[in-house]
Every structure is written in C-alpha cells, then in structure tokens.
C-alpha cells in the first residue's frame, strides 16, 4: 500500500514543489521499513493466535476450575476450547 502512494507521487510530481532523488529514496526506505513492521505485527497476532489453540487444545480432556467470585469455584472437564 506504501509503495503505491510513492509510485503516484513518483508518477505525478508537483512541478512548484521539486524533490531531489535523496528525498524519494528515504521516503521509499521509510514506507518499507512500516510496511515491515505491519507484516511482524500480522506474523506476531497469527503465532499467538496459534499458542492459543495449541495450549486451549491441551486442556481437552482434563480437569479445570475456575473461580467464580466469593472463593467459590465451579470446575469440570473440558470438552471444547474457543479463542
């Protein structure tokens, strides 16, 4: 997405308002550099998403409890897991 509003901006140059090529490298290598970061932070929620089920799958079958305030605690086994 970064690349294409630096392609139009390198496709229509404001003639009143000139930029030299140092200005339009850093500007790539700035909107690069986001989009790196966009792309972990996806890559960061898709593994922790995975974490999730891999440790919600683990409890299938056992025993847990929870408290449900008062120091009173409700439990039973688990048969199914939501993330």
Sequence with gaps: ???KILAAELAN????NAQDNTQ???QLAQ????EQAQNLSVS?????QSQQINEGSALIGRKAEFNVG???YVGD???CVRV
């Design 1 to 3: 997405m970064f690349l």
């Design 13 to 16: 140059p404001d003639p009143l």
């Design 24 to 26: 339009y490298i850093s």
């Design 31 to 34: 909107f690069s550099s986001l």
């Design 44 to 48: 960061m929620g898709k593994l922790l």
């Design 70 to 72: 008062n120091g009173k």
């Design 77 to 79: 086994t688990v048969r």
